[in-house]
């Protein structure tokens, strides 16, 4: 059973359009989220997070919505460009642990 | 400074052989996170150091599986008579603390585990 949930796989968008990356979570405690992002044979590395005392959080081309009613939480990419194509992970912690709980990710592809 | 390193980048082991993993995290970081990626899977987490306190070893998978970390520095990994289910990208993170505001984790470039 998994508590932070990915469920597109893959998506692929045209440069200079939106990316909507979508995370939904089951788990009602978790009170920070995170999007990392990972490039083929690196570690992923920190994009953008939320905490949930806030509904959105931007920071240039990259804003996170988190809807806490509905569990969920996205990630837009605008405009995109070639080199945002990744996987990209979301994650989540409720604070009582140190570490985070991920899901499966989203390989994202920008067409140029 | 320099961001989280791990060694080796690759390993190559046959069933049933022990292999030790290393991770430096970044200077100054007191917590420290062991995750694993099996293909096609997300980041599975395996167990977290916070500075002197024992460590939260609930995501270890089996008695297999033990790590070690001295004080704030290095940490090993270390896989008892792997089996090919090992076979993955173990990831460790770092971050200044883990209190109770969460702060970024970092992670290093992982290293590829093979046991054929």
């Known amino acids: 059973d998994q508590q932070v949930k990915q469920n597109s796989p893959s998506l692929s968008v045209q440069e200079g359009r939106i990316s909507i990356l979508n995370c939904d979570y089951t788990?009602?405690?978790?009170?920070?989220f995170l999007w990392y992002k990972k490039y083929p044979a690196e570690g992923p590395t920190f994009l953008i997070s939320?905490?949930?005392?806030?509904d959105k959080n931007e920071d240039g081309r990259f804003t996170v919505f988190l809807n806490k009613s509905a569990k969920h939480l996205s990630l837009h990419i605008v405009p995109s460009q070639p080199g945002d194509s990744a996987v990209y992970f979301c994650?989540?912690?409720?604070?009582?642990?140190?570490?985070?709980?991920f899901g499966k990710g989203t390989k994202l592809s920008v067409k140029p | 400074g320099a961001g989280v390193s791990q060694s080796p980048s690759n390993k190559v082991t046959e069933k049933g052989k022990d292999v030790e993993l290393r991770c430096d995290p970044i200077?100054?970081?007191?917590?420290l996170y062991w995750y694993r990626q099996r293909l096609g899977q997300g980041l599975e987490f395996l167990i977290y150091?916070?500075?002197?306190?024992?460590?939260?070893k609930s995501g270890l998978p089996s008695d297999r599986f033990s790590a070690e970390r001295t004080g704030e520095s290095v940490s090993t990994l270390t896989i008892q008579r792997t089996q090919q289910e090992d076979s993955a990208v173990y990831l460790c993170?770092?971050?200044?603390?883990?209190?109770?505001?969460?702060?970024?984790?970092?992670f290093g470039p992982g290293t590829r585990l093979l046991v054929l």
């Open positions: 993170a770092s971050s200044l603390d883990s209190g109770p505001y969460q702060e970024t984790q970092y």
């Open positions: 788990n009602s405690m978790f009170d920070y």
């Open positions: 939320i905490s949930s005392i806030k």
């Open positions: 994650a989540a912690s409720d604070g009582s642990q140190g570490n985070l709980i």
């Open positions: 200077s100054g970081h007191t917590a």
């Open positions: 150091f916070q500075g002197n306190s024992a460590p939260d």
